[in-house]
């Protein structure tokens, strides 16, 4: 296995003699400080060479990388680059930040933290409450899982703010050894992952084992069920909350888009559910048959508009809406259809996205959640916020 060393360099070479011999390093990189721009006093970027001189190492084996002794953002940036230019797969990585300036320490050592990469550090007794007497040292490898698992959670939070589940999988799925608040998070964000991306099936197999930490799974058994009045329902009413999840992140081409399908969706479902009509496959007996177009494989169905419209002409719980609503559903196809993500070329403004998603809020969508669920409460939006509390407590 290749074995990389990244150690920061102070004024006193002992400690880091003893690290560079303990083992053997294919590669050493030497984090040292620059020329004081002030003073022009030499940074401890000059002692390098004697240094690896005296580990044994020739000028292939190592390199330098030069930071400011005292701006931190510089050093992190410059760490950070190190690290991940130095990693490689199979390869041993470890970081040393015994020496150099407490900024330089603290930055390579949050590098490590970042890249998820070994953390050994000089230590031994200190008789003046200074420095470590020489020859006491050792090297003791620091346990950073809880550290990492910490800053991976943080990242993962942020991630669920903005429903981007995906994200906090990536984030949390590479931890090598995460806590068990971290093992939780990501089971959970892979469920709603699954379940944003409309694969009831696998969300409800990932999120049963995890119920407690769970409110919505009702709607996910919902949801997950085959085909019936309620597992429809609960489909075309989760459109929409996909919808204004897409919204919350400005991504307004999907959100109209979906606004569209969830409003073609409950028309299908009141045409199949209280009319037996299967709007994909109508039969020329049916009374709205004149309303349908001919499809690619020969059967003839019922689009968004014609459904609406063959609601209204059937008299059932949602003609007196498909009326209403006729014009507004023009504003929606209109909408819809200059999309990028349709017939257009200009991205949906989020004022656009407004007129679409109000009127739909307020015109549609409470009709239909009277009629499709007058004894159960309709799906819940995802969570937006881990659960933290319950995450550290239980």
């Known amino acids: 296995m290749v074995s990389t060393l990244v150690l920061s360099v102070g004024g006193s070479p002992e400690p880091l003699l003893g690290h560079l011999s303990a083992a053997h390093w294919d590669r050493v990189v030497f984090v040292a400080s620059d020329d004081d721009p002030v003073s022009g006093k030499p940074g401890t970027h000059a002692a390098v060479p004697a240094l690896a001189a005296d580990a044994g190492l020739d000028e292939a084996r190592y390199a330098v990388v030069r930071v400011p002794a005292d701006e931190p953002g510089a050093i992190l940036e410059r760490c950070l680059a190190c690290l991940r230019a130095e990693r490689a797969p ?19 050592l949050l590098a490590a933290l970042t890249t998820q990469a070994e953390v050994e550090v000089v230590l031994g007794p200190r008789t003046d409450h200074h420095k470590v007497r020489s020859g006491t040292e050792h090297i003791v490898s620091i346990d950073t899982s ?37 093992s939780r998070a990501l089971a959970l964000s892979r469920g709603y992952a699954a379940w944003a991306a409309f694969d009831y099936a696998d969300a409800r197999e990932r999120l049963a084992p995890l119920a407690r930490f769970v409110p919505s799974m009702p709607s996910l058994g919902a949801l997950a069920s085959p085909p019936s009045k309620r597992s429809d329902a609960a489909r075309a009413f989760d459109l929409w909350l996909a919808s204004e999840r897409h919204a919350r992140a400005t991504r307004y081409d999907l959100a109209v888009l979906l606004v569209y399908r969830a409003n073609e ?12 009509i299967d709007p994909g496959d109508v039969e020329p007996s049916s009374p709205v048959a004149d309303l349908t177009t001919p499809s690619y494989d020969d059967k003839r169905v019922l689009g968004q508009h014609a459904a609406w419209e063959a609601l209204d002409r059937l008299e059932g719980s949602l003609a007196a809406v498909a009326r209403e609503t006729a014009r507004p559903r023009l504003d929606l196809s209109k909408q819809r259809n200059g999309s990028v993500l349709a017939h257009g070329h200009a991205p949906l403004s989020a004022e656009a996205h407004a007129r679409v998603r109000d009127w739909f809020a307020q015109h549609l969508l409470p009709s239909f959640v009277q009629v499709a669920f007058p004894k159960q409460e309709p799906p819940t939006q995802l969570p937006d916020a881990l659960p ?4 550290r407590t239980r």
Do not use: N
């Open 90 to 108: 199979g390869a041993r990585l470890v970081v040393d930040y015994t020496g150099g300036t407490k900024s330089m320490s603290a930055m390579l």
């Open 146 to 182: 809880g550290l990492e698992s910490r800053f991976a959670l943080d990242v993962a939070a942020l991630a669920w703010g903005r429903f981007d589940y995906a994200a906090a999988v990536e984030a949390l799925g590479g931890l090598r050894r995460p806590s068990p608040e971290a």
């Open 265 to 276: 969706a409950i028309a299908q479902w009141a045409l199949r559910w209280e009319h037996g």
């Open 388 to 391: 933290d509390q319950e995450l």
